[in-house]
């Protein structure tokens, strides 16, 4: 993740902000980086919307919870680690 955000910084899109009283860091967008944000937004928006075309509500409705629940990795099913 660090590598991440190190690329994301210096291409000028976020900054780091320390923390009062902690070793963490928050990570903040930039004006640069509010533009590229809000494109990728629209541009998963769309792919999402292809991805669902021709699908009936109702399923789509069951793949997004499905997919939430797949992607729920704070606590394993059973509560135990695989």
């Given at each position: 993740?660090?590598a991440?955000?190190r690329?994301l910084?210096?291409a000028?899109?976020?900054?780091r902000?320390?923390r009062?009283?902690?070793?963490?860091r928050?990570?903040?967008?930039?004006?640069?980086?509010?533009?590229?944000?809000?494109?990728?937004d629209?541009i998963v928006e769309?792919i999402?919307?292809?991805?669902?075309?021709?699908?009936?509500?109702?399923?789509?409705?069951?793949?997004?919870?499905?997919?939430?629940?797949?992607?729920n990795?704070?606590?394993?099913?059973?509560g135990?680690?695989g």
């Amino acid at each position: 993740m660090n590598a991440i955000v190190r690329g994301l910084e210096t291409a000028g899109l976020v900054t780091r902000l320390a923390r009062p009283g902690g070793c963490r860091r928050e990570v903040a967008l930039t004006a640069r980086g509010r533009p590229v944000l809000e494109r990728r937004d629209e541009i998963v928006e769309a792919i999402e919307a292809r991805l669902v075309e021709g699908l009936e509500p109702a399923e789509v409705e069951a793949l997004q919870a499905a997919l939430e629940r797949a992607g729920n990795l704070e606590e394993p099913p059973g509560g135990g680690v695989g």
